[in-house]
T-cell receptor, first 114, second 115 residues
Framework: EPEVTQTPSHQVTQMGQEVILRCVPISNHLYFYWYRQILGQKVEFLVSFYNNEISEKSEIFDDQFSVERPDGSNFTLKIRSTKLEDSAMYFC????????????FGSGTRLTVV | AQSVTQLGSHVSVSEGALVLLRCNYSSSVPPYLFWYVQYPNQGLQLLLKYTSAATLVKGINGFEAEFKKSETSFHLTKPSAHMSDAAEYFCAVSDLGNQGGKLIFGQGTELSVKP
């Protein structure tokens, strides 16, 4: 079964450093998403991406965040200057445009900011 | 705007007992609804989804959910709990009002299963 692949699975970074979280969505999916889950809390929407542009972003997704689809397969989330409160699990998801609403999530990247 | 509310942040059942996890939704359009399961330190796995077909939806691992428009509910059930069902369960609604169609998650319900 097709999977959404996220790398790395765990990243530790120092406060103020830039991080890039990588995702390879399912190949025939055209909608892409990033979510985050702070430990013990609910899953929060960050941003959706379609047709090579952001279609929606949440209040969390401020100027420190950016997304990019640098090639035909990768979808990245960049945090420019990490803060302690950015420590969370980050999930990438994708879905097709066939009306099935088959959202598929990756296994996540655990980001720890120290 | 769409939203979901999960009643009960923690549910505990005995092995073999009925599992009932409650989810109520709010939506200005016919909703698409989902249940996901998250095992410790893992990602989100789709249990089942309702996309306006049959109101009783069967999913993986013996779970099912019934869409009740009159009650704005989409409760998750399993007739007989197994120890391996212990996990966090999230109800979600697809925000069809926006082009991106993001999922909006509830707060989650942690299911414990006692031997």
């Amino acid at each position: 079964e097709p999977e959404v692949t996220q790398t790395p699975s765990h990243q530790v970074t120092q406060m103020g450093q830039e991080v890039i979280l990588r995702c390879v969505p399912i190949s025939n999916h055209l909608y892409f998403y990033w979510y985050r889950q702070i430990l013990g809390q609910k899953v929060e929407f960050l941003v959706s991406f379609y047709n090579n542009e952001i279609s929606e972003k949440s209040e969390i997704f401020d100027d420190q965040f950016s997304v990019e689809r640098p090639d035909g397969s990768n979808f990245t989330l960049k945090i420019r200057s990490t803060k302690l409160e950015d420590s969370a699990m980050y999930f990438c998801a994708s879905r097709p445009t066939d009306g099935s609403y088959g959202y598929t999530f990756g296994s996540g990247t655990r980001l720890t900011v120290v | 705007a769409q939203s979901v509310t999960q009643l009960g942040s923690h549910v505990s059942v005995s092995e073999g007992a009925l599992v009932l996890l409650r989810c109520n939704y709010s939506s200005s359009v016919p909703p698409y609804l989902f249940w996901y399961v998250q095992y410790p330190n893992q990602g989100l796995q789709l249990l089942l989804k309702y996309t306006s077909a049959a109101t009783l939806v069967k999913g993986i691992n013996g779970f099912e959910a019934e869409f009740k428009k009159s009650e704005t509910s989409f409760h998750l059930t399993k007739p007989s709990a197994h120890m391996s069902d212990a996990a966090e369960y999230f109800c979600a609604v697809s925000d069809l009002g926006n082009q991106g169609g993001k999922l909006i998650f509830g707060q989650g319900t942690e299911l414990s299963v006692k031997p």
